[in-house]
Protein backbone atom coordinates (compact mmCIF):
# COMPACT_ATOMS: atom_id res chain seq x y z
CA UNK A 1 0.00 0.00 0.00
CA UNK A 2 2.66 2.48 0.57
CA UNK A 3 4.69 1.74 -2.57
CA UNK A 4 1.17 2.18 -4.15
CA UNK A 5 0.63 5.76 -2.36
CA UNK A 6 4.63 6.37 -3.21
CA UNK A 7 4.11 6.17 -6.74
CA UNK A 8 0.93 7.73 -7.06
CA UNK A 9 2.31 10.38 -5.55
CA UNK A 10 5.13 10.45 -7.99
CA UNK A 11 2.97 10.54 -11.08
CA UNK A 12 0.87 12.85 -9.63
CA UNK A 13 3.17 15.49 -9.73
CA UNK A 14 4.23 14.91 -13.38
CA UNK A 15 0.96 15.00 -14.06
CA UNK A 16 0.35 18.28 -12.52
CA UNK A 17 3.61 19.87 -13.87
CA UNK A 18 2.01 18.56 -17.38
CA UNK A 19 -1.44 20.25 -16.52
CA UNK A 20 0.63 24.00 -14.91
CA UNK A 21 2.74 24.12 -18.44
CA UNK A 22 -0.11 23.51 -20.96
CA UNK A 23 -0.87 27.68 -20.81
CA UNK A 24 -2.98 27.29 -23.97
CA UNK A 25 -5.35 24.35 -22.19
CA UNK A 26 -6.38 26.70 -19.72
CA UNK A 27 -6.78 29.53 -21.77
CA UNK A 28 -8.90 27.04 -24.11
CA UNK A 29 -10.89 25.94 -21.36
CA UNK A 30 -12.01 29.35 -19.95
CA UNK A 31 -13.10 30.95 -23.07
CA UNK A 32 -15.33 28.12 -24.03
CA UNK A 33 -17.93 28.12 -21.50
CA UNK A 34 -17.86 31.84 -21.57
CA UNK A 35 -18.06 32.07 -24.60
CA UNK A 36 -20.92 29.17 -24.63
CA UNK A 37 -22.98 31.11 -21.76
CA UNK A 38 -23.06 34.58 -23.35
CA UNK A 39 -24.09 33.47 -26.50
CA UNK A 40 -26.06 30.83 -26.22
CA UNK A 41 -27.55 31.41 -22.63
CA UNK A 42 -28.43 34.69 -23.02
CA UNK A 43 -29.77 34.71 -27.03
CA UNK A 44 -32.03 31.89 -25.76
CA UNK A 45 -33.27 32.98 -22.33
CA UNK A 46 -36.09 34.84 -23.35
CA UNK A 47 -37.64 32.38 -25.65
CA UNK A 48 -36.72 29.19 -23.13
CA UNK A 49 -39.03 28.72 -20.11
CA UNK A 50 -37.73 25.69 -17.97
CA UNK A 51 -40.05 23.51 -15.76
CA UNK A 52 -37.59 23.63 -12.78
CA UNK A 53 -38.60 27.77 -12.31
CA UNK A 54 -34.63 28.47 -13.41
CA UNK A 55 -33.55 30.85 -15.91
CA UNK A 56 -31.86 29.35 -19.01
CA UNK A 57 -28.63 31.40 -18.50
CA UNK A 58 -28.24 29.39 -15.25
CA UNK A 59 -29.03 26.27 -16.58
CA UNK A 60 -27.13 26.29 -19.46
CA UNK A 61 -24.14 27.36 -17.48
CA UNK A 62 -24.11 24.51 -14.71
CA UNK A 63 -24.28 21.92 -17.41
CA UNK A 64 -21.67 23.48 -20.02
CA UNK A 65 -18.97 23.53 -16.73
CA UNK A 66 -20.23 19.97 -16.59
CA UNK A 67 -19.40 19.19 -20.59
CA UNK A 68 -15.54 21.25 -19.53
CA UNK A 69 -14.83 18.92 -16.80
CA UNK A 70 -16.20 15.53 -18.46
CA UNK A 71 -14.44 16.85 -21.65
CA UNK A 72 -10.81 18.07 -20.06
CA UNK A 73 -11.18 14.50 -17.80
CA UNK A 74 -11.16 12.06 -21.08
CA UNK A 75 -7.84 13.70 -22.33
CA UNK A 76 -6.25 11.71 -19.32
CA UNK A 77 -6.52 8.72 -22.10
CA UNK A 78 -4.62 11.48 -24.69
CA UNK A 79 -1.98 11.84 -22.19
CA UNK A 80 -1.82 8.22 -22.06
CA UNK A 81 -1.34 7.77 -25.71
CA UNK A 82 1.22 10.56 -25.43
CA UNK A 83 3.17 8.73 -22.56
CA UNK A 84 2.89 5.29 -24.97
CA UNK A 85 4.81 7.32 -28.03
CA UNK A 86 7.70 8.82 -26.04
CA UNK A 87 8.09 5.48 -24.96
CA UNK A 88 7.10 6.53 -20.93
CA UNK A 89 4.27 4.18 -20.95
CA UNK A 90 6.28 1.15 -21.45
CA UNK A 91 8.89 1.76 -18.90
CA UNK A 92 5.88 2.40 -16.53
CA UNK A 93 4.67 -0.74 -17.60
CA UNK A 94 7.76 -2.75 -17.41
CA UNK A 95 9.04 -1.79 -13.79
CA UNK A 96 7.36 -2.18 -10.72
CA UNK A 97 4.71 0.27 -10.75
CA UNK A 98 0.86 -0.53 -10.19
CA UNK A 99 -1.18 0.42 -12.99
CA UNK A 100 -3.71 1.56 -10.30
CA UNK A 101 -1.03 4.12 -9.73
CA UNK A 102 -1.25 5.48 -13.14
CA UNK A 103 -5.02 5.69 -13.21
CA UNK A 104 -4.82 7.12 -9.76
CA UNK A 105 -2.44 10.02 -10.42
CA UNK A 106 -3.94 10.90 -13.67
CA UNK A 107 -7.54 10.98 -11.81
CA UNK A 108 -6.16 12.76 -8.71
CA UNK A 109 -4.38 15.37 -11.42
CA UNK A 110 -7.36 16.21 -13.40
CA UNK A 111 -9.40 16.24 -10.32
CA UNK A 112 -7.25 18.78 -9.22
CA UNK A 113 -7.55 21.19 -12.27
CA UNK A 114 -11.28 20.29 -12.73
CA UNK A 115 -11.94 22.00 -9.08
CA UNK A 116 -9.18 24.57 -10.18
CA UNK A 117 -11.19 25.62 -13.37
CA UNK A 118 -14.51 24.81 -11.70
CA UNK A 119 -13.19 27.76 -9.15
CA UNK A 120 -12.21 30.34 -11.75
CA UNK A 121 -15.11 29.84 -13.98
CA UNK A 122 -17.90 30.12 -10.91
CA UNK A 123 -16.05 33.08 -9.88
CA UNK A 124 -16.66 34.55 -13.09
CA UNK A 125 -20.53 33.43 -13.91
CA UNK A 126 -21.82 33.89 -10.50
CA UNK A 127 -21.38 37.88 -11.72
CA UNK A 128 -24.07 37.38 -14.63
CA UNK A 129 -25.52 34.48 -14.09
CA UNK A 130 -27.78 33.26 -10.91
CA UNK A 131 -24.69 30.23 -10.28
CA UNK A 132 -24.21 30.50 -6.59
CA UNK A 133 -23.05 27.07 -4.36
CA UNK A 134 -25.73 26.21 -2.65
CA UNK A 135 -25.38 22.84 -1.89
CA UNK A 136 -21.09 22.38 -1.51
CA UNK A 137 -20.95 18.91 -0.98
CA UNK A 138 -23.24 17.83 -3.90
CA UNK A 139 -21.19 20.04 -6.06
CA UNK A 140 -17.73 18.27 -5.25
CA UNK A 141 -18.89 14.87 -5.25
CA UNK A 142 -20.27 15.32 -8.89
CA UNK A 143 -16.93 16.97 -9.86
CA UNK A 144 -15.07 13.86 -8.14
CA UNK A 145 -17.29 10.89 -9.78
CA UNK A 146 -18.02 12.59 -13.27
CA UNK A 147 -14.01 13.42 -13.42
CA UNK A 148 -12.93 8.98 -12.00
CA UNK A 149 -15.58 7.90 -14.98
CA UNK A 150 -14.16 10.04 -17.75
CA UNK A 151 -10.45 9.75 -16.77
CA UNK A 152 -11.38 6.00 -16.40
CA UNK A 153 -12.91 5.69 -19.80
CA UNK A 154 -10.08 7.94 -21.71
CA UNK A 155 -7.88 5.87 -20.47
CA UNK A 156 -9.88 2.34 -21.96
CA UNK A 157 -10.19 3.77 -25.10
CA UNK A 158 -6.90 5.15 -25.07
CA UNK A 159 -5.30 1.31 -24.59
CA UNK A 160 -6.54 0.37 -27.59
CA UNK A 161 -5.80 3.00 -29.57
CA UNK A 162 -2.21 3.98 -30.93
CA UNK A 163 -2.85 6.88 -33.13
CA UNK A 164 -3.84 10.76 -31.13
CA UNK A 165 -5.69 11.28 -34.57
CA UNK A 166 -7.72 7.91 -34.04
CA UNK A 167 -8.47 8.38 -30.47
CA UNK A 168 -10.38 11.86 -30.87
CA UNK A 169 -12.40 10.30 -33.59
CA UNK A 170 -13.33 7.45 -31.32
CA UNK A 171 -13.73 9.49 -28.12
CA UNK A 172 -15.84 11.92 -29.46
CA UNK A 173 -18.32 9.10 -31.25
CA UNK A 174 -18.58 7.81 -27.42
CA UNK A 175 -19.35 11.23 -25.72
CA UNK A 176 -20.90 13.22 -28.11
CA UNK A 177 -24.17 11.46 -27.24
CA UNK A 178 -23.46 11.47 -24.17
CA UNK A 179 -23.61 15.22 -23.17
CA UNK A 180 -26.70 15.49 -25.85
CA UNK A 181 -28.54 13.22 -23.47
CA UNK A 182 -27.33 14.02 -20.09
CA UNK A 183 -29.49 17.88 -19.25
CA UNK A 184 -26.84 19.65 -19.78
CA UNK A 185 -28.60 21.63 -22.96
CA UNK A 186 -32.01 20.82 -21.65
CA UNK A 187 -33.72 19.82 -18.85
CA UNK A 188 -34.48 15.68 -19.18
CA UNK A 189 -38.36 15.82 -18.36
CA UNK A 190 -38.87 18.10 -21.26
CA UNK A 191 -37.69 15.16 -23.60
CA UNK A 192 -39.87 13.00 -25.44
CA UNK A 193 -40.29 9.46 -23.77
CA UNK A 194 -37.90 7.30 -25.91
CA UNK A 195 -35.25 10.15 -25.64
CA UNK A 196 -35.83 10.28 -21.67
CA UNK A 197 -35.41 6.73 -20.84
CA UNK A 198 -32.03 7.06 -23.06
CA UNK A 199 -30.98 10.00 -20.61
CA UNK A 200 -31.54 7.77 -17.42
CA UNK A 201 -29.31 4.88 -18.87
CA UNK A 202 -26.80 7.78 -19.26
CA UNK A 203 -24.42 7.98 -16.52
CA UNK A 204 -23.27 11.57 -17.26
CA UNK A 205 -27.16 12.72 -16.25
CA UNK A 206 -26.44 11.64 -12.71
CA UNK A 207 -23.68 13.61 -12.58
CA UNK A 208 -24.76 17.01 -14.19
CA UNK A 209 -27.99 16.74 -12.36
CA UNK A 210 -25.80 16.88 -9.29
CA UNK A 211 -23.48 18.98 -10.30
CA UNK A 212 -26.42 21.76 -10.86
CA UNK A 213 -28.18 20.76 -7.78
CA UNK A 214 -25.04 21.83 -6.04
CA UNK A 215 -24.57 25.39 -8.13
CA UNK A 216 -28.79 26.13 -8.31
CA UNK A 217 -30.28 24.00 -5.63
CA UNK A 218 -32.78 22.41 -8.47
CA UNK A 219 -32.62 18.66 -9.80
CA UNK A 220 -34.53 16.55 -11.57
CA UNK A 221 -33.35 12.78 -10.32
CA UNK A 222 -33.62 12.00 -6.37
CA UNK A 223 -30.51 12.80 -5.27
CA UNK A 224 -29.97 9.39 -3.41
CA UNK A 225 -30.22 8.17 -7.05
CA UNK A 226 -27.46 10.09 -8.48
CA UNK A 227 -25.56 9.57 -5.29
CA UNK A 228 -25.27 6.16 -5.58
CA UNK A 229 -25.18 5.65 -9.25
CA UNK A 230 -21.61 7.80 -9.24
CA UNK A 231 -20.26 6.14 -6.73
CA UNK A 232 -21.17 2.68 -8.57
CA UNK A 233 -19.86 4.21 -12.10
CA UNK A 234 -16.89 5.67 -10.53
CA UNK A 235 -15.48 2.14 -9.04
CA UNK A 236 -16.39 0.20 -11.79
CA UNK A 237 -15.14 2.21 -14.59
CA UNK A 238 -12.15 2.59 -12.34
CA UNK A 239 -11.88 -0.77 -12.49
CA UNK A 240 -12.25 -1.13 -15.89
CA UNK A 241 -9.02 1.70 -16.63
CA UNK A 242 -6.90 -0.42 -14.45
CA UNK A 243 -7.88 -3.79 -16.37
CA UNK A 244 -7.13 -2.08 -19.57
CA UNK A 245 -3.88 -1.23 -18.36
CA UNK A 246 -3.31 -4.53 -17.13
CA UNK A 247 -3.89 -6.19 -20.46
CA UNK A 248 -1.10 -3.89 -21.94
CA UNK A 249 1.22 -5.00 -19.53
CA UNK A 250 0.71 -8.56 -20.33
CA UNK A 251 0.58 -7.92 -24.22
CA UNK A 252 4.77 -6.68 -23.44
Known amino acids: MIVLLGDTLTLFRREAIRYRRDR ?17 GFGLNDVVELPTGTDYVGHLASG ?23 GFLRALLIAPVAPASIVLAKMAARLAASLL ?50 FRLFAALVTVPLYLFSGIFYPITTLPSPMRWL ?17 LGIHEIPLATSA ?22 ADR
Not at 228 to 249: C, D, F, K, P
Open 117 to 166: LVAMLLAILATFTALRLPEPAALLGAITAVTAVFVSLGIAIASRLRRLES
Open 64 to 86: ILVLVISSGAVGGGFSLIEDRET
Open 228 to 249: VMLALLSVGATVLAVASLNHQR
Open 199 to 215: SYGNPLSYGVDLFRFGL
Open 24 to 40: AYWVGQMVFPLAAVGFF
